[in-house]
């Protein structure tokens, strides 16, 4: 059900540092360092998303992000005209989001509460 989720941080290098010495001991590394957002996940993981599972971002720590496995393209793009029917707002409409891996197909809405819901398939 649940593919990655991020939480905000006041300092993003001192909590990047924190959970990297924290995590190591149950097996978890730095996926990816954008400066202002960085991601764990499991060393040599097979499977799932390359950029893990786990995201800081820099910002007021009161938003939380989830992101919620698809099986399909289809999959996606239905739940972005689902959620957009039940009241939520886009984000992000579906499509490829390269910079995150080249089959990172997804959509972002923002829900009745202002959380940032998102839909993702990493298959092609």
Known sequence: MMDHFSIHVWEIEKSKQFC????????NEIKMDF???VSFGKK????????GSFW??????????FA???????????FYL????????SNGTPGIRSDYHENYYATFIIDLDGYNIEAVYHGQ
């Open 68 to 78: 919620f496995s698809a099986s399909s393209r289809e999959e996606v793009d239905a």
């Open 56 to 65: 800081l971002t820099e910002g007021e720590p009161k938003h939380i992000h």
């Open 35 to 37: 400066g202002t957002a």
């Open 44 to 51: 040599n993981s097979n499977g799932g998303d390359p950029a």
């Open 82 to 89: 689902a959620a957009i029917q039940a009241g939520g707002i």
């Open 20 to 27: 990297t010495e924290a995590l190591m001991p149950l097996g």
